[in-house]
């Protein structure tokens, strides 16, 4: 059982009474599938054992994508899917940062806020590189919304490949490795964009005090892969693994994190109910792809995927080698004879 989820079955009630006016009610469906995951509400699976004929009946997990007992093998698969895509180039990674003024926003108005946030920081990476009039880019964009402490800190990590295909030509224009776009022109068109697609918005509202200067960050990370493992780390396995909980007491809990700065551990004590909450807060919109691909990455085109990389085959030696495939297929070993159960149906609740 998650830890996480055993505090969870422990003050959910306590929860809901003390914080029901901030509770959303993508935090309720959260609470209830992470409530239900792996028990006699959820269902079970049956499972075969051909060899010794031993049979089992497991609880069904809840499938949601914020919990931490589940979606290990979406991460994997995801992964994989990006490894299969990647291309002998180098890679950079763009942050696209909403100031603190702006979280308000993501409180009450999080589908419409951040469907803004994919839609103008896309269209401002591909507006850069169409002045270059070199091509098509491709890049994936990622949404976290917490900091390193798991507050709210709504933000865009783009992965984008170094170079431009052009299709007119069918040729592909090799990119500078050390510089993708200006940071701070970047930044510039960001704050601009955003504060405008909010005042069309009819459900969101621009809060006083918005700074003028805007954060983008924008850095070369080799070939990519550190950059992919790092944002599968977050992507569907909930806001904090079980293992940076540290300790817990009768109204208390204690997590660590790294400090971005100096990368060094550091502690954070909260009552129970409000390190609930602080989780919980995260729990994303029904509906919102929280990962989306842009140009030659996107999922339809994987013939234009394949033509690139055959020009970029006298790249492939560069690239450092991929590791071993990872199965996907749910299994089960047998615990009497150790040999591969197959499932054999599932049954649900009346």
């Known amino acids: 059982m998650s830890t996480f989820i055993e505090l969870l079955r422990q003050h959910h009630r306590a929860l809901k009474h003390h914080y ?29 054992c051909s060899h010794c004929h031993h049979d089992d009946r497991l609880p069904l997990s809840c499938g949601h994508r914020h919990c931490p007992q589940c979606q290990q093998r979406t991460t994997s698969d995801w992964l994989q899917r990006q490894q299969q895509k990647r291309l002998p180039v180098h890679y950079f990674m763009v942050t696209f940062t909403l100031p603190y003024q702006l979280r308000v926003l993501a409180r009450h108005q999080p589908k419409a806020l951040y469907s803004d946030m994919f839609k103008v920081a896309s269209g401002i990476l591909k507006d850069f590189a169409n002045r270059q009039q070199q091509g098509e880019m491709g890049f994936t964009a990622v949404l976290h919304t917490h900091s390193r402490q798991r507050n709210l800190h709504p933000h865009l990590h783009i992965i984008v490949a170094s170079g431009r295909y052009d299709a007119s030509r069918q040729t592909w224009h090799k990119g500078n490795k050390h510089y993708l776009f200006n940071a701070f022109a970047l930044a510039k068109v960001w704050r601009a964009r955003m504060l405008e697609a909010i005042n069309q918005h009819p459900t969101l509202w621009v ?45 208390t809990v204690t997590f660590r994190y790294k ?32 990962v989306r691909d842009y140009g030659f990455l996107r999922g339809q085109a994987h013939a234009l995927r394949a033509r690139i990389q055959l020009l970029l085959l006298n790249l492939l030696y560069m690239m450092p ?28 609740p009346t």
């Open 20 to 48: 029901h006016a901030q509770i959303n009610g993508d935090m309720h469906r959260a609470i209830g599938a992470m409530l239900r995951c792996k028990t006699e509400q959820q269902g079970r699976s049956q499972w075969f």
């Open 207 to 251: 809060p006083n005090d918005i700074p003028k200067q805007w954060v983008v960050d924008c850095r070369q990370v080799g070939y990519g892969q550190a950059a992919l493992n790092y944002l599968a780390r977050y992507l569907y396995r909930g806001v904090l693994p079980d293992e940076d909980i540290i300790s817990i007491t009768d109204d």
């Open 259 to 290: 400090e971005s700065q100096t990368n060094a551990w550091r502690k954070r004590t909260l009552p129970t109910l409000k390190f609930l909450l602080l989780i919980l807060q995260h729990a994303l919109p029904k509906g919102l792809q929280r």
């Open 321 to 348: 080698p991929l590791t071993a495939p990872i199965r996907t297929k749910a299994i089960r070993v047998c615990p009497c004879c150790q040999h591969e159960m197959a499932c054999v149906g599932v049954s649900r």
